[in-house]
């Protein structure tokens, strides 16, 4: 249970009601002990059953005023012995040991009373510091939710300006290819129509770019997903069949908890073995497991990567066209805690593994 100020607070206000100091009432009961003293013991000459008042006397002494009651167990514990003397001529131990008892009870509840309060202390200031951080606390969890609703109003304007530029510029570019293609038609010299293509390509790597800025924009947008991975190769099968290159996953029932955006980490795969693996003929993809983790692992039977540009291909703007593939690739891959490197061998084609930490994929039997 947590301890706050309400939990004690009942506690505290009857134990201090009971400790709060006396004066009057204490004075009253100094009289009346001394009184039985002098009345019961020395004048009646009874020494037992007055006695018991002292310890009444020591406790609310010990109560009121700590260990200082070891002051009051020494006067009428002394007292007692002082009229014993008188009586009997000489020291007993009856009224000894009575005094030292009256002593001993005097410490102890003058020490637990005094510890008691010193927790009680100490538990009232911890719940103000406890208090005042929580006020803190709230006060900055309300400037993070006015922060965090700025930001999202901020994203959405920003989100929007994009669109709409982005929506712009594709209609510029239609306009464009447009007017390169009449240029190409009504072109008779062959050095112009050679600029006009190259005018086209340029276009279609604007256009590319702007996709780029689509995709990487939709990073992590959306929360992870379980994904089927067979039922996600599958849908290139049609275009690598046009083009006669064989696929063949062998993943089974594989889920990987991924990005939304997974589905762009097999295209920008397939489209590197295409744009650069000049001969390739068949992609497969299958499973293999590293102690707890699991490698999905993409393989190709083109050239290959050489093996000083396996960590450079996944750098923005690395390669022939935008560059833009790979590294979106290693982005798309790393908002779930995935990561992928090029573990081929230049000439044997590519062999891309895709490094999954535990939790992160179900339904596998690893190949």
């Known amino acids: 249970m947590q301890v706050t100020a309400d939990t004690f607070e009942p506690r505290r206000s009857w134990f201090r009601a009971l400790n709060e100091p006396r004066p009057l009432i204490f004075a009253v009961l100094i009289i009346i002990g001394i009184a039985l003293e002098i009345i019961v013991h020395y004048q009646w000459k009874i020494e037992v059953v007055y006695t018991h008042f002292d310890y009444v006397i020591i406790t609310f002494a010990g109560l009121w005023y700590g260990r200082k009651a070891i002051a009051v167990a020494f006067l009428f514990g002394g007292l007692h012995l002082a009229i014993s003397y008188l009586l009997l001529g000489a020291i007993t131990v009856d009224p000894l040991l009575r005094m030292l008892v009256l002593i001993f009870v005097a410490l102890i509840i003058g020490t637990v009373v005094e510890q008691a309060n010193s927790y009680f202390d100490q538990v009232q200031v911890q719940n103000r510091e406890l208090t005042a951080l929580n006020a803190g606390m709230k006060e900055a969890n309300a400037q993070l939710v006015t922060s965090q609703q700025a930001y999202e109003n901020a994203n959405k304007k920003l989100n929007l300006l994009s669109s709409i530029t982005r929506h712009d510029i594709r ?24 600029f006009s ?62 990005d939304p955006l997974f589905e762009k980490v097999i295209e920008n795969l397939i489209d590197n073995s295409l744009r650069h693996g000049v001969r390739v003929r068949r992609i497969t993809l299958s499973t293999k497991m590293y102690g707890g983790d699991l490698a999905l692992i993409y393989q190709d039977d083109g050239i290959g990567v050489l093996h000083e540009e ?58």
């Open 171 to 194: 209609n510029q570019l239609t306009a464009l290819y447009a007017y390169i293609e009449l240029v190409k038609m009504s072109a008779k010299e062959k050095e112009l129509i050679e």
């Open 197 to 258: 293509e190259k005018e086209e390509q340029v276009a279609a790597t604007i256009l590319r770019q702007i996709e780029f800025t689509k995709d990487y924009e939709e990073i992590g947008l959306k929360a992870p997903v379980w994904l089927n991975i067979a039922s996600c190769v599958e849908k290139f099968r049609p275009t690598l069949a046009q083009k006669e290159i064989e696929l063949a996953p062998a993943l089974g029932s594989l889920e990987l908890l991924v």
């Open 310 to 367: 396996k960590e450079q291909i996944f750098e923005k703007g690395f390669g022939k066209n935008t560059g833009f593939g790979l590294f979106l690739t290693r982005e798309i891959l790393s908002i779930t805690g995935l990561s992928i490197r090029e573990y081929g061998e230049y000439g044997n084609g590519a062999r891309f593994e895709i490094l999954v930490p535990v939790g992160k994929y179900r339904g596998v039997s690893p190949s």
